[in-house]
């Protein structure tokens, strides 16, 4: 799953995944998410999702931006869905290691989701998925 912080401006930043999820929670993940998931033209990473560059160079999934030749990895979903996750340790603005996915959050709003709350809630974040 990947994640989402909003940053200046009201853009939807990637910060890292979600994974290892059991074959059960992936059907039922597969389930809560299969009614969001939108076309590519007009989503918030619709150029890419790391138009800032990489200091680790081009990696798969963390494309600058979309090429026609290059796949999609991924299926975008709404940037609604907010959920909690907990993890280890931040480089710079983004997950060293994938985080942990805790809970759905509808209670939140995904733009409530933002860089700020890292200085406020280590280790636990919440985010918007994509």
């Known amino acids: 799953m990947l994640l989402g912080l909003y940053g ?3 853009t939807l930043r ?3 995944v979600a994974a290892s999820f059991a074959q ?5 993940l597969l389930e809560t998410l299969r009614p969001l998931i939108v076309p590519l033209a007009g989503h918030p990473w619709e150029q ?3 138009v800032e560059g990489s200091r680790m160079g081009r990696m798969k999934g963390a494309a600058a931006r ?3 030749e290059m796949g999609l990895d991924w299926l975008p979903v709404s940037a609604t869905l907010v959920c909690e996750v907990s993890y280890d340790h931040l480089d710079g603005d983004r997950f060293r290691h994938p985080a942990r996915f805790r809970r759905f959050r509808p209670d939140r709003d ?3 989701c933002t860089f700020e709350q890292f200085e406020i809630a ?3 974040v ?3 998925s994509a």
């Open 8 to 10: 200046s401006a009201e």
């Open 14 to 16: 990637h910060v890292g």
């Open 24 to 28: 059960s929670v992936r059907r039922e």
């Open 48 to 50: 890419g999702f790391l």
């Open 66 to 68: 979309w090429v026609p």
């Open 110 to 112: 995904a733009r409530s």
């Open 122 to 124: 280590r280790p636990h």
């Open 126 to 128: 919440l985010l918007g």
